[in-house]
């Protein structure tokens, strides 16, 4: 069975394209069947007592679609499936991408986009999986494995000039079914310290998907951080949301999410209910992504863009802001991207203020969060970390926070925040906030900051920086700043260090959502 395709066999249909092949059929695998001729292509497969294995060889040309499914015919009495890949990786010339084929699986029950046969991805962090009824590799889900057709996701994210050659062997166990433990998830609230700020990161990756860390390490190392929540944002899966058994505590929340990673850019469903399952699988152009955003939104969760400037082939956003949430302006270790983020965010309150839509009561604009992204050692979790004003420690009360923008972004735990203004007839409002004062109302804006030595204070405006100061060599001190909200529509509040380099500005330490100001 020749799996190889030329330019001219290639069959796209549906969103973001794909191509289904010819399916494997293990009807047969008891017997040994005879291995290709080298170089020739094909199939072969071989059945030792209760094992069949077949291996299928092919070439994906360049303009492959997006996802290429191999059809596996699986036949009763099987209760494991195992699947092992390979590829050449190709030398290319510089500057032209080389070859990256990721790999998943979908069950009996089909590949339709948003569909329950969705049993695992793993992109192209590992090499191999299984799934059965009480067991999978992590990033895959266990339970039945019933006869039908299932299919291997192949998706062949970046092909070199060359054509991307491919091996896959599947390998069939029979035996007893087994079955399907009962998941548990993290529980919705935490004991906290009633109202008050607390800080999270919302953006971790662990082993079920290209991450380098086991659950018991991300949690230990964000108790070390000083944080008081994480959420789980395994790319396109939802494998880790029952594997924090015992690691959450009146200390730490565990929100369950998912960083939906699509070839036009990458977005956070943040905190929804434990084990929701959200498809990838189109591009802006398909026009699927609102449909998919209502999915979240429908589990309880936060549609927050994901480094919307990163420079990664698929990193950078190409779906809109109109369903957002949140916009995960910082990314990790601070650089020129988030700068670029953060400029187009504050351009976006801009925006906001002019068509009214800014009143600071309500999800009329889209605040900002910062996140690590932190995969493997030594990327520190908690750099940056988003700090949220909320009722409680519960999944309910910090979702609100951040949907409300009541929240700043620090570099670490040492940095911390206070920022509000005030003005008319005692009248003040905290982040996220408005002042409602007349136009001419003299307002006085404050901001207090401990754990930033050596940084610089400012605040800025619809009309950009409009003052700063450096702050004390101990790096606390308090800042105010006298205005009007004819002159701010809002103002934010940022931290930075020194620059770098001259004309250029320094690495953020910390900001702020904005506090509008006027009627």
């Not at 007893?176 to 990161?201: C, E, I, L, N, S």
């Not at 203020?353 to 932190?374: C, K």
């Not at 409002?429 to 900051?449: F, K, M, S, W, Y």
């Amino acid at each position: 069975m020749n799996q190889s395709i030329g330019r001219r066999g290639l069959l796209v249909t549906g969103a973001a394209g794909a191509l289904t092949l010819s399916t494997v059929s293990f009807a047969q695998a008891s017997t040994p069947s005879p291995s290709p001729s080298p170089g020739t292509g094909g199939s072969s497969g071989t059945g030792t007592g209760g094992t069949m294995t077949r291996t299928v060889r092919g070439t994906l040309p360049t303009g492959s679609p997006d996802f290429v499914y191999l059809p596996v015919e699986v036949p009763r009495g099987v209760n494991q499936i195992h699947v092992a890949y390979s590829y050449e990786r190709v030398q290319v010339p510089a500057g032209t991408a080389g070859n990256a084929l990721d790999i998943g699986l979908f069950d009996w029950r089909g590949t339709e986009l948003g569909g329950p046969g969705f049993r695992g991805w793993s992109g192209g962090a590992r090499t191999e999986f299984f799934v059965r009824a009480d067991a999978a590799t992590p990033g895959y889900l266990p339970g039945p494995v019933r006869a039908g057709t299932w299919h291997i996701a192949l998706g062949p994210y970046t092909v070199a000039p060359q054509g991307l050659p491919y091996e896959v062997t599947i390998t069939l166990t029979t035996g007893a079914p087994g079955t399907t433990p009962t998941p548990v998830h993290p529980p919705q609230r935490a004991k906290g310290r009633g109202r008050a700020w607390y800080r999270g990161d919302c953006h971790l990756h662990s082993v079920h998907s290209d991450g380098g860390r086991t659950p018991a390490q991300i949690a230990a190392l964000a108790r070390a951080a000083g944080l008081d929540f994480i959420n789980t944002s395994d790319h396109n899966t939802s494998s880790a949301h029952s594997a924090w058994g015992g690691l959450w505590g009146d200390d730490l929340l565990i929100l369950t999410g998912e960083e939906v990673t699509t070839r036009n850019g990458h977005v956070l469903a943040l905190g929804t209910e434990p084990g929701t399952f959200v498809d990838w699988r189109y591009r802006a152009r398909d026009n699927r992504w609102g449909r998919f955003a209502r999915e979240i939104s429908r589990a309880g969760g936060l549609v927050v863009p994901a480094h919307p400037h990163g420079t990664c082939i698929g990193c950078n956003w190409k779906f809109g802001f109109a369903e957002a949430d949140a916009i995960e302006v910082w990314n990790g270790a601070y650089t020129p991207d988030d700068e670029i983020s953060l400029a187009e965010w504050d351009n976006s309150l801009v925006a906001a203020v002019r068509s009214g839509r800014a009143s600071g009561t309500g999800p009329n604009w889209t605040p900002a969060m910062g996140n690590s992204d932190a995969h493997r050692d030594p990327d520190p979790v908690g750099t940056p970390q988003t700090v949220v004003l909320a009722d409680e420690l519960s999944r309910t009360a910090i979702l609100a926070g951040l949907r409300a923008g009541r929240s700043y972004v620090a570099e670490s735990a040492q940095v911390s925040l206070s920022f509000g203004a005030a003005g008319g007839r005692g009248h003040h409002a905290g982040i996220g906030e408005r002042l409602r004062v007349p136009a001419d109302a003299p307002v006085t804006v404050r901001l207090e900051v401990t754990g930033a030595p050596g940084c610089t204070a400012s605040f800025v405006t619809d009309q950009g920086p409009l003052y700063s100061t450096a702050l004390p060599e101990s790096g606390a001190g308090t800042v105010e700043w006298t205005t009007t909200a004819s002159y701010a529509a809002y103002v934010r509040a940022e931290v930075r260090h020194a620059p770098k380099t001259a004309g250029l500005p320094g690495a953020l330490a910390a900001f702020t959502n904005p506090v509008f100001l006027g009627e």
